[in-house]
């Protein structure tokens, strides 16, 4: 069996992604700081440890033939643009750590998990935003601390390939959710965020939405994500590749979206005090057609859906269980 790690095993994708590769016959190891939140890990092995540090690193890359490096400290809007300091130092040292022990234990191939938040934010200016295609991202102008630290890590990618000759895979996401990711506490991005808010929202309530709600963006279904990380872990591709969808859509029709699902008539209340972003943001896919022959093809009614209900079980098993704790 090829043996193969996932860091942050612990999160949102990583754990999708283990499930993924013990059902294709991989043996896997995880590692992160947390277990999954929300389901048990299939992994063959699971081991809590610290990535910032050199020796965990060196330690879980043992006997590994591949690496999807996941781990990151990492959230929605909210969260990326309020602790630059602290993102920025903690996934350097990860990254680097990780970077080194793949080059120390000899590892067969080397995945980094990019974002679509390297990109040159004066191109997202505007809500019909161009398509990002991946030769527009130098000259650099990324999203601080979390975007400047992914575009740094591309680059540490490819002088691994040149001098070093390990094999690295890099990918761009575009907002990824799904069912088991991250719904609250701070963390959440906007289809989990507007999924809860909708939710608990009576019907003919109000729900809250960060800026006027014209910002776009593009969303990436789970399924779709680990399908095409699978898919480029096993290409030989190895330059920065885009993985998102290209359906662009407001954020105000994402609440449309959820508001329909639920069954409910929501009205918007428009809050432009809080985190934004950048104004618009969407994924040219012509490269991932022509490398991998494949894209992302879940449509955000259809994803939408699964994620929804989930979030809506997880919130009416807390209030249950807040009700029986009340009672005890
Ligand atoms: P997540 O937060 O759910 O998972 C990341 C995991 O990394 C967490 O479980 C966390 O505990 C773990 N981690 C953080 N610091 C660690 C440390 N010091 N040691 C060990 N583990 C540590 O996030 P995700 O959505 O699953 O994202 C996975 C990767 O994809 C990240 O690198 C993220 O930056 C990247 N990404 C995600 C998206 C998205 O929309 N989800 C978009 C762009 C890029
Ligand atoms: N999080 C959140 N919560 N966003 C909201 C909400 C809300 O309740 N209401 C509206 N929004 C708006 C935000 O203001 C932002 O304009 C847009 O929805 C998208 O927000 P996020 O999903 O939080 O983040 P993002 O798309 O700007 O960036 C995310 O995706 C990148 C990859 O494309 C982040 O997760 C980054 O870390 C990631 O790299």
Redesign the pocket.
């Known amino acids: 069996m090829k043996t193969v790690l996932v860091t942050g095993a612990g999160g949102f994708i990583g754990h999708h992604l283990v499930n993924f590769l013990v059902g294709r016959g991989y043996w896997v190891r995880g590692v992160d700081l947390k277990d999954p939140e929300y389901a048990a890990t299939a992994a063959h092995e699971f081991i809590r440890g610290d990535l910032r540090l050199h020796d965990t690193c060196q330690a879980v890359t043992q006997g590994m033939e591949e690496v999807y490096h996941l781990a990151a400290d ?5 969260f ?1 643009s309020g602790s630059h300091a602290e993102i920025t130092l903690n996934n350097t040292l990860i990254s680097a750590h990780m970077a080194k022990a793949a080059r120390d234990r000899g590892v067969g191939r080397f995945l980094f998990s990019s ?3 390297i990109y040159p934010t004066n191109l997202q200016t505007s809500p019909d935003v161009t398509p990002l295609s991946e030769d527009m991202a130098w000259p650099a102008f990324p999203e601080e601390g ?1 975007g400047l630290e992914k575009i740094y890590m591309e680059k540490l990618c490819q002088y691994m390939t040149e001098d070093w000759r390990i094999p690295t895979r890099v990918v761009r ?3 990824v959710y799904g069912p088991l990711g991250t719904y609250k506490g701070g963390r ?4 989990a ?2 999924c809860r ?1 909708v939710a608990l929202c009576p019907d003919g309530g109000e729900v ?4 006027d ?1 014209l ?1 776009t ?1 593009s969303f990436m279904y789970i399924d779709d994500c680990v399908e095409g990380l699978f898919r480029l872990m096993q290409s030989e591709y190895s330059a920065p590749l885009n993985l ?1 969808t290209d359906e662009m859509i407001s ?1 105000n029709e994402l609440v449309d979206i959820a508001a329909e699902i639920s069954g409910k008539r929501v009205t918007k209340r428009h809050d432009t005090s ?5 104004r618009g ?1 969407n994924s040219d896919n012509t490269l991932i057609r022509q490398v991998l022959g494949w894209e992302p093809r879940i449509m955000i009614r259809e994803g939408l859906v699964p994620t929804y209900r989930w979030i809506e079980g997880e919130l009416a098993r807390s209030q249950d269980e807040g009700v029986l704790a009340a009672a005890e």
């Not at 809250?208 to 800026?211: D, I, K």
């Open positions: 990492m959230g929605g809007i909210g990326i974002s679509a938040c979390y996401f575009h907002n959440e991005k906007a289809p965020a507007i808010k809250e939405v960060w800026g709600g910002q963006r998102g954020i809080k985190p934004q972003g950048v943001r």
